[in-house]
């Protein structure tokens, strides 16, 4: 069992990098920046990877794709009680929400 979780954890450092990388490139290069994140993605399936939090919300739900605000990403905020936050993707139209507020 141990060179399975060894592949793990190495896999896991893997799309951590792949991902960031592939936010930093969305801009400058995003054809790259898609590909690794396809990469990621099939690395994360295969290996059963949970995403880290704070790179979730970068990621569409509907395309799989990496969000960047003003890249291919609109964000918005809405005026209700609690404000929800809402990031809707250029590609596929898919739109993210989150309530802001405590309940």
Known sequence: MKPQRKDREGAAAVVRLLTESAVRLSSSD???????????????LRFNIRLDPSLRRFACRGCKGI???GVNARVRLGHG???I???????????????????
């Open 85 to 103: 936050l809402r990031v809707t993707c250029s590609d596929c139209g898919h739109v993210n929400r989150k309530s802001l507020g405590m309940p």
């Open 67 to 69: 969000l960047v605000p």
């Open 30 to 44: 995003p054809e790259l920046a898609k590909a690794q994140a396809a990469l990621a993605r099939k690395l994360r």
């Open 81 to 83: 009680k609690p404000p």
